[in-house]
């Protein structure tokens, strides 16, 4: 072989060899994960304006159950008397955020997100409701919090309810089952309005109503675990019918908050108001008319039936049809105040299954019934995974159902501005891992690249969204599942609480800073209040 024929071989040995680390690491030595056409994204695939950030939640992150005047929530109770948790786990400490949020908030600063989505405890604000008095320490928690987001330039999306509340509300009312628990949250959305509204901006008023009616009234499993055969094993409750009523008290209850703030806060605090809706995306299993049918039908019992009252009114017809007069109405009244009660939609979205119908082939119990619209969900068709298994049963990696919920979502709304609330990933197989692989989350990185590479598909083709949270800022408690589901971006050590940060918090920072495109929040903002 000539000598220069070598040099140019081994040149361009070289010369590979270093492409194709530097396609592996960073100057950090992170991760960066191997382009593809589901993971091809940068953040100027985005708007100016568009908001990046990640979320939490109170019970999951706070702890200090009883510190400084807070009282028992109804999850407090329920994890005390029955246990919750896979292992007997409940959020007494938590991530112990109630004394750490300073480091939190540092953390969140490094990461380089634009926005934080928290929710306030209602028992650490109103311990008793509106049968005591506003708690002076629990407004003085989340004013630290929103004013310490703000110095390091990040803006608070505040939920005001997000599963939790003072357990005498429940002793009283049984949450809400009674139209009384209305009062009770316009009582602590005025507090939280007042208190807060002149620095948030951005108001949740509840988080996924419809998931919470089905974990508490048709299934059992959350406070005040209220069911009936088939759906589950409960001392009392009603699966049929209880679920729906408290959806419609939950429901009146953010249209009357919505109400007060747009007519009363709106005009001298220029904040904007929405919620948050567990939107699944279905496909239909077979090819067949009433399997996409079936999966219509699956979209509408569950975005349909929370969003349709909230922009135009009143129930979709197809839920009216099938819960027939077990579904209760809206007044004239309230079905004004009721329509356009959001300015933005709040979209929670993780994963896609497959949908067949029920009316006319063999489903379960719990599936061949009105309240579920008579459908039934899969996982496989054809003996093969629709996507990737994730921690929680039922939801798999289907990065194209981003684009498809959000196309139904735009469609059926009239393109109302959007925020994706929640999207994470928690690997299946957290129980088998290291510390070492815990932190190493290749997974995370590779679902939420191919989730956003789906989303930013969706706003070229006309989607108007205007933000992400990925869920969640750090492992927190997950419900029922305990400790052993882990969402965040910054891995927890139980044993000392120190928080690390994983390699997708790596991967979210470099994702975040590696553009020069200029986020104008105060333009954005303007626009969505103009627009409402």
Known sequence: MKPNIFFILLFFLIYVLAALLE???????????????????????????????????????????????????????????????????????????????????????????????FSVSWARILPRGRFGKVNPAGIMFYNKIIDNLILKGIEPFVTIHHVEFPQELEDIYGSWLKPEMQEEFIYFADAC???????????????????????????????????????????????????????????????????????????KQGGSIGLTCNSKMYEPLTNSELDHQAARRAFVFQSGWTLDPLIFGDYPE?????????????????KNFMKNSIDFIGINHYSTTYAKDCTNSSCSATENCAI???????????????????????????????????????????????????????????????????????????????YLASLAKSIREGADVRGYFAWSFMDSYEWLKGYDVRYGLHYVDRQTLTRTPKLSAKWYKNFLTNNTDLVNMEASREELHTNA
Request: proline share 4%; hydrophobic share 35%; aromatic share 12%.
């Open 193 to 267: 309005f007042k208190s807060f509204g002149d620095r948030v901006k951005y108001w949740i008023t509840i988080n996924e109503p419809l998931l919470l009616a089905e974990m508490a009234y048709e299934l059992g499993v959350f406070p005040p675990f209220r069911c009936s055969g088939p759906f589950g094993n409960c001392l009392d409750g009603n699966s049929d019918v209880e679920p729906i009523i408290a959806m419609h008290n939950m429901l009146l209850a953010h249209g009357r908050a919505a109400k007060l703030y747009h007519e009363y806060f709106q005009p």
């Open 372 to 450: 579920q619209g008579f459908v039934g969900t899969v996982g496989e068709r054809d003996g093969v995974l629709i996507g990737e298994h994730t921690a929680v049963e039922g939801s798999y990696v289907v990065p194209r159902g981003m684009e498809e919920i959000v196309n139904l979502i735009k469609i059926r709304y009239n393109n109302k501005p959007m925020f994706i609330t929640e999207n994470g990933y928690s690997s299946p197989d957290v129980h088998e891992q290291r510390v070492d692989e815990l932190i190493n989350d290749v997974k995370r990185i590779e679902y939420l690249a191919s």
């Open 23 to 117: 396609a592996t690491t960073n100057s950090d030595g992170g991760f960066i994960l191997e382009e593809n056409e589901e993971t091809r994204i940068k953040r100027s695939d985005f708007p100016s304006g568009f908001l990046f950030g990640t979320g939490t939640s109170a019970y999951q992150v706070e702890g200090a159950y009883l510190e400084d005047a807070k009282s028992l929530s109804n999850w407090d109770v329920f994890c005390h008397s029955l246990g919750c948790g896979e292992n007997g786990e409940n959020g007494d400490i938590a991530d112990d955020h109630y004394h750490m949020f300073l480091k939190d908030i540092e953390l969140m600063h490094s990461l380089g997100i634009q926005a934080y989505r």
């Open 318 to 334: 197809e839920v009216k049809e099938y819960l027939g007069h077990e579904l209760p109405s809206f007044s004239h009244d309230e």
